[in-house]
């Protein structure tokens, strides 16, 4: 279990901000039926710290219990090419039986050849997820752009895979069950904690749990480097989980 600073961060405050949600989401939905389009149907975690932190040129994972997307997602890696070049790589999948991942690509090839904005959006449209090696993922953010980092983030989780091959089932593993949090120079970040239509409340609650825990360990100072969590999903109102700040009876 997660305790905040001062015991004030309680589970039963994201049970009632994550129903509160769901329910609202359930009436979006209805909405969206006769003609509205949301923006997407995540479920995000929003942390606000005290101060601006150094800024992440890779985005930090959070392991979740729950992975985001269900079934087989269709998944593709991206390499260097040169440390761990593509024909390595399909050797090396085919030796740990990783079936998940349905294509690869190396940096110089998603640099030569999806250099319009309809090409990266046709790529990023035909993969439910990307993964890229750690040594090219500071690169990724100018080659790929807003189509990837933009309003519909799918940025590339990294994986740190070894030469030899040893880690890959585990990595490619951990990497689909977890989600990204990157600090951009600002106070402000969110992570993807839950997915209408693919988890119920017990299982985002978990989520949200986890990644709370996670967010927490990689801030300086730990608690008192956070100064507020939110729930929310991205066309909605944002609810208080954690604000030191507010007095408890203004909780969702």
């Given at each position: 279990m997660?305790?905040?600073?001062?015991?004030?961060?309680?589970?039963?405050?994201?049970?009632?901000?994550?129903?509160?949600?769901?329910?609202?989401?359930r009436?979006?939905?209805?909405?969206?039926?006769?003609?509205?389009?949301?923006?997407?149907?995540?479920?995000?975690?929003?942390?606000?710290?005290?101060?601006i932190?150094?800024?992440?040129?890779?985005?930090?994972?959070?392991?979740?219990?729950h992975?985001?997307?269900?079934?087989?997602?269709?998944?593709?890696l991206?390499?260097?090419?040169?440390?761990?070049?593509?024909?390595?790589?399909?050797?090396?999948?085919?030796?740990?039986?990783?079936?998940?991942?349905?294509?690869?690509?190396?940096?110089?090839?998603?640099?030569?050849?999806?250099?319009?904005?309809?090409?990266?959006?046709?790529?990023?449209?035909?993969?439910?997820?990307?993964?890229?090696?750690?040594?090219v993922?500071?690169?990724?953010d100018?080659?790929?752009?807003?189509v990837?980092?933009?309003?519909?983030?799918?940025?590339?989780?990294?994986?740190?895979?070894?030469?030899?091959?040893?880690?890959?089932?585990?990595?490619?593993?951990?990497a689909?069950?977890?989600?990204?949090?990157?600090?951009?120079?600002?106070?402000?970040?969110?992570?993807?904690?839950?997915?209408?239509?693919?988890l119920?409340?017990?299982?985002?609650?978990?989520?949200?749990?986890?990644?709370?825990?996670g967010?927490?360990?990689?801030?300086?100072?730990?608690?008192?480097?956070?100064?507020?969590?939110?729930?929310?999903?991205?066309?909605?109102?944002?609810?208080?989980?954690?604000?030191?700040?507010?007095?408890?009876?203004?909780?969702?």
């Amino acid at each position: 279990m997660v305790e905040g600073e001062g015991g004030r961060f309680k589970a039963e405050t994201v049970v009632r901000a994550v129903n509160a949600l769901l329910k609202w989401r359930r009436k979006r939905k209805r909405k969206e039926e006769e003609g509205d389009e949301a923006d997407d149907d995540f479920m995000y975690l929003t942390v606000t710290l005290n101060k601006i932190p150094r800024k992440n040129r890779i985005p930090h994972t959070i392991p979740l219990p729950h992975p985001l997307l269900s079934g087989d997602p269709a998944v593709c890696l991206i390499v260097d090419g040169k440390k761990i070049t593509v024909e390595a790589a399909h050797g090396m999948l085919r030796r740990s039986g990783g079936r998940d991942v349905q294509r690869i690509l190396k940096l110089s090839k998603l640099k030569s050849e999806f250099k319009s904005f309809e090409s990266k959006k046709n790529l990023r449209d035909s993969f439910d997820l990307f993964l890229a090696t750690v040594d090219v993922v500071p690169f990724l953010d100018g080659v790929l752009g807003k189509v990837f980092y933009g309003k519909k983030k799918k940025m590339p989780v990294p994986v740190k895979l070894l030469p030899d091959g040893s880690n890959w089932t585990e990595e490619i593993d951990r990497a689909r069950r977890s989600s990204l949090v990157s600090f951009g120079g600002g106070t402000c970040a969110a992570v993807r904690v839950g997915k209408w239509g693919s988890l119920g409340s017990e299982d985002t609650v978990e989520n949200v749990l986890e990644a709370v825990g996670g967010v927490v360990g990689i801030v300086s100072g730990k608690w008192r480097g956070v100064r507020c969590f939110h729930l929310k999903f991205s066309d909605s109102l944002a609810l208080p989980i954690y604000d030191p700040q507010r007095s408890d009876d203004q909780s969702p």
